[in-house]
């Protein structure tokens, strides 16, 4: 399990790597945009593009992986049945104004109701 997530972290920093060499294919207000295809840069922007997309499934297929190792493995079981006893063993906490510490507050009586209507 953690070589496959060590895995995955350089195949992230290699997909990172192959993304920022690779040349801007949009143009956009770069002018002079016609002589990039020159050399051969063509044929290195295609194997930067392939490279990307083979280490985009290789993320895939490594984060599928460890999923479900996860899950077969019954790990995050343990770590659920801890939090739900951490919560069973919470305190119950005291009631708002009422100091009693009996866990029932008796509440205050009602006022004395005014006639507010005017006359």
């Known amino acids: 399990m953690t070589f496959l997530i ?3 972290i350089i195949v992230c920093v290699a997909l990172a790597l192959f993304i920022l060499i690779q040349n801007p294919k ?3 207000l770069a002018t002079g945009a ?3 295809n020159m050399f051969g840069v063509q044929r290195t922007g ?3 593009e392939k490279g990307s997309w083979v280490l985009l499934t290789l993320i895939v297929v490594l984060t599928l992986a460890i999923t479900t190792i996860a899950k077969t493995s019954g790990t995050s079981g343990s770590v659920d049945s801890e939090l739900q006893e951490q919560i069973n063993n919470m305190p119950n906490p005291s009631p708002i104004g009422g100091g009693t510490g009996s866990g029932t507050a008796t509440p205050p009586p009602p006022a004395a109701s005014k006639d507010t209507t005017k006359k």
């Open 6 to 8: 060590i895995l995955l």
């Open 26 to 28: 949009g143009g956009g």
């Open 34 to 36: 016609g002589s990039s």
């Open 46 to 48: 295609d194997v930067l």
